[in-house]
């Protein structure tokens, strides 16, 4: 039985075309900048975002922190969203390897942070404090759901950001997600920022690998730091071959996932117990919330694991991602028949062993 496993789209495996490109592309040593695959992802990356240059690396994480500290000197200051990525889920790299502070303000529901908020968050020109440097923004929003920043909000940010001094900076781990649900280009949501990551290995299936963009001066920078960071790949273009299949194939079908998405928030919404955490899906994420009142009778442990573990059981992964939280991300492996089998699987075990405490 093939496991469905909805707990991330970094689950996704290279497609066949992306293994085909992969076991033919021509190589070079991209430390020397001679990688020709590596070379045409950058390219094709930046002319896509519509920004001067592109930086191939290898994760996520390192687009980010390249992106920090490319931007931020030690001491420096960044306003962030205390439920980014980069403040939660990143291991604390920026301050940790950059000496950077961070200042979390709070993400509204709908993955913004607060134009007042971040006024208020800027540092006065004053000894006693770190100097605010940058803004960095999440598009789509994870934590809050997989949810979208619209290009007007982003402007509005940027706006601020310049009347300060400051730099933007967008962690687009799933912006293509996002340009898809808002029916907008890519370009469209990067433009009002100075710099951006987007992730290759995420619904877009590639194995390995992410790309930061920005002007030709910061992205020399952040070459730079990808160096200190141990980050330079030598023939990287076996990678950067997955991604070029990635970006010329598979960024209209994110569309499938988002409508996939919704389907599984209906049906699972639907079950006595479950409730959506953040509202109808907007890309490929569904949190649920096991409701109070609802528990499970046996043994002891929050229920959001015993379920999962119950889940897995069954041939089904997903994400306890609280005591009574669960995250399922769909993407490209996950079919209709797979979403059927989801809201099957949690039926079951709604009906068999959860039961409503005033019962
Ligand atoms: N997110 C992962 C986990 O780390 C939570 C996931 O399964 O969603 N920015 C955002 C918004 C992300 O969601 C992620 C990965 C990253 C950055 C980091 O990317 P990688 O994993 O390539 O370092």
């Given at each position: 039985?093939?496991?469905?496993?909805?707990r991330?789209?970094?689950?996704?495996q290279?497609?066949?075309?992306?293994?085909?490109a992969?076991?033919?592309?021509?190589v070079g040593?991209?430390?020397?900048?001679?990688?020709p695959?590596v070379?045409r992802l950058?390219?094709m990356?930046?002319?896509?975002?519509g920004?001067?240059?592109?930086?191939f690396?290898?994760?996520?994480?390192?687009?980010n922190?390249a992106?920090?500290?490319?931007?931020?000197?030690?001491?420096?200051?960044?306003?962030?969203?205390?439920?980014?990525?980069?403040?939660?889920?990143?291991?604390?790299?920026i301050?940790?390897?950059?000496g950077?502070?961070?200042?979390?303000?709070?993400?509204q529901?709908?993955?913004?942070?607060d134009?007042?908020d971040i006024?208020?968050?800027?540092?006065?020109?004053d000894?006693?404090?770190?100097?605010?440097?940058?803004?960095a923004?999440?598009n789509?929003h994870n934590?809050?759901g997989?949810v979208?920043?619209?290009?007007?909000?982003?402007?509005?940010?940027?706006?601020?950001?310049?009347?300060?001094?400051?730099k933007?900076?967008?962690?687009?781990?799933r912006?293509?997600?996002?340009?898809?649900?808002?029916?907008?280009?890519?370009?469209?949501?990067?433009?009002p920022?100075?710099?951006?990551t987007?992730?290759?290995?995420?619904g877009?299936?590639?194995?390995?690998?992410s790309?930061l963009?920005?002007?030709?001066?910061?992205?020399?920078?952040a070459?730079?730091?990808?160096?200190?960071?141990?980050?330079?790949?030598?023939?990287a273009?076996?990678?950067?071959?997955?991604?070029?299949?990635a970006?010329?194939?598979?960024?209209?079908?994110?569309e499938?996932d988002?409508?996939?998405?919704?389907?599984?928030?209906?049906g699972?919404?639907?079950?006595?117990?479950?409730?959506?955490?953040?509202?109808?899906?907007?890309?490929?994420?569904?949190?649920?919330?096991?409701?109070?009142?609802?528990?499970?009778?046996?043994?002891?442990?929050?229920?959001?694991p015993?379920?999962?573990?119950?889940?897995?059981?069954?041939?089904?992964?997903v994400g306890?991602?609280?005591?009574?939280?669960?995250?399922?991300?769909?993407h490209?492996?996950i079919?209709?028949?797979?979403?059927d089998?989801?809201?099957a699987?949690?039926?079951?075990?709604?009906q068999t062993?959860?039961?409503?405490?005033?019962?």
């Amino acid at each position: 039985m093939p496991v469905i496993d909805l707990r991330s789209d970094t689950v996704t495996q290279p497609t066949e075309a992306m293994r085909q490109a992969m076991a033919n592309a021509p190589v070079g040593d991209d430390v020397y900048g001679e990688d020709p695959t590596v070379n045409r992802l950058q390219e094709m990356a930046a002319a896509l975002l519509g920004k001067e240059a592109a930086l191939f690396v290898p994760s996520g994480t390192m687009g980010n922190l390249a992106a920090v500290l490319a931007h931020c000197g030690r001491g420096d200051e960044v306003i962030l969203g205390d439920q980014s990525h980069t403040f939660l889920f990143e291991a604390g790299g920026i301050s940790a390897l950059g000496g950077v502070h961070s200042r979390q303000i709070p993400n509204q529901p709908d993955g913004s942070l607060d134009l007042d908020d971040i006024r208020r968050a800027v540092r006065p020109d004053d000894a006693h404090f770190p100097v605010t440097r940058l803004i960095a923004l999440e598009n789509t929003h994870n934590r809050c759901g997989g949810v979208v920043l619209t290009p007007d909000y982003m402007q509005s940010v940027a706006e601020l950001a310049r009347a300060h001094g400051l730099k933007v900076h967008l962690d687009g781990a799933r912006l293509f997600n996002a340009a898809v649900a808002l029916g907008v280009e890519p370009a469209a949501l990067a433009a009002p920022v100075d710099s951006v990551t987007f992730c290759l290995s995420k619904g877009l299936c590639a194995p390995v690998g992410s790309v930061l963009c920005g002007s030709h001066d910061f992205i020399a920078r952040a070459h730079r730091v990808r160096k200190q960071l141990g980050g330079g790949m030598r023939q990287a273009g076996v990678l950067a071959a997955a991604g070029i299949v990635a970006l010329e194939t598979m960024i209209p079908r994110l569309e499938e996932d988002h409508q996939r998405a919704k389907r599984l928030a209906r049906g699972l919404s639907a079950l006595p117990g479950l409730v959506l955490a953040t509202g109808e899906p907007r890309t490929n994420m569904v949190f649920l919330r096991l409701e109070d009142g609802f528990s499970l009778p046996g043994a002891p442990g929050d229920p959001a694991p015993r379920i999962a573990k119950m889940l897995t059981e069954r041939g089904i992964r997903v994400g306890d991602v609280g005591p009574r939280s669960f995250r399922l991300v769909t993407h490209y492996w996950i079919d209709d028949e797979a979403v059927d089998a989801t809201i099957a699987a949690f039926q079951d075990i709604l009906q068999t062993a959860v039961v409503r405490s005033s019962d």
